[in-house]
């Protein structure tokens, strides 16, 4: 069984919204902090966002400040990614990540899932 | 933001070879840095971290070392599963950020 499982990507036109979902099992999810991850086609790693083991404390990359939130709920072992006013450079596979601390790398990352922002 | 730059981008070489790839940031990072392998179509896998910290399970021909503004990450005997792409991350002040990758082909 994967560890993190990834889903809610898919084609949404510029403007749109999705809902990213990422299912922890087999892991400690509530102990740590979670991150959002993205990779453009045939590009590099971009970090999109943190949130902290109790989900009081946010960070993101300020490409999408104000546009996405995450959030996460603990008793569902889950992680989530409100993505709104979508532009097509948002489009990426989406990776969900443990992060081992507040300003930390990543050590378990899901497969990942595909937005695609075009009209 | 903290900049990384890895070099080369691109890295062609022979099983067994010694491979060498730098990361240099824009800032001084202290030691807090990470390296990832990422095969295609795949997600990243972490190698290292604390610039030369080995994770768990990953084999000891991987290596890392500096610290400040510039790192290198060295694998002593190129072995086939080695052939990927490799990628730096700081971690010492938000937003967190990648080197542009390396990618290691076989010659």
């Known amino acids: 069984e994967e560890p993190l499982v990834e889903s809610g990507g898919g084609l949404v036109q510029p403007g749109g919204s999705l809902r990213l979902s990422c299912a922890a099992s087999?892991?400690?999810?509530?102990?740590?902090?979670m991150s959002w991850v993205r990779q453009p086609p045939g590009k590099g790693l971009e970090w999109v966002a943190n949130i902290k083991e109790d989900g009081t404390d946010k960070y993101y990359v300020d490409s999408v400040r104000g546009r996405f939130t995450i959030s996460r709920d603990n008793a569902g072992n889950s992680l989530y990614l409100q993505m709104n006013s979508l532009r097509v450079e948002d489009t990426a596979v989406y990776y969900c990540?443990?992060?081992?601390?507040?300003?930390?790398?990543?050590?378990?990352w899901g497969k990942g899932t595909t937005v695609t922002v075009s009209s | 933001d903290i900049q990384m730059t890895q070099s080369p981008s691109t890295l062609s070489a022979s099983v067994g070879d010694r491979v060498t790839i730098t990361c240099r940031a824009s800032q001084s990072i202290s030691s807090w840095l990470a390296w990832y392998q990422q095969k295609p179509g795949k997600a990243p896998n972490l190698l290292m971290y604390?610039?030369?910290t080995l994770e768990s399970g990953v084999p000891s021909r991987f290596s890392g070392s500096g610290s400040g503004t510039e790192f290198t990450l060295t694998i002593s005997s190129l072995q086939p599963d080695d052939f990927a792409t490799y990628y730096c991350?700081?971690?010492?002040?938000?937003?967190?950020?990648f080197g542009g990758g390396t990618k290691v082909e076989i010659k």
């Open positions: 087999g892991i400690n999810f509530n102990g740590f902090y």
């Open positions: 604390r610039a030369s």
């Open positions: 990540a443990r992060s081992r601390g507040w300003r930390a790398y990543m050590d378990v």
């Open positions: 991350q700081q971690y010492n002040t938000y937003p967190l950020t």
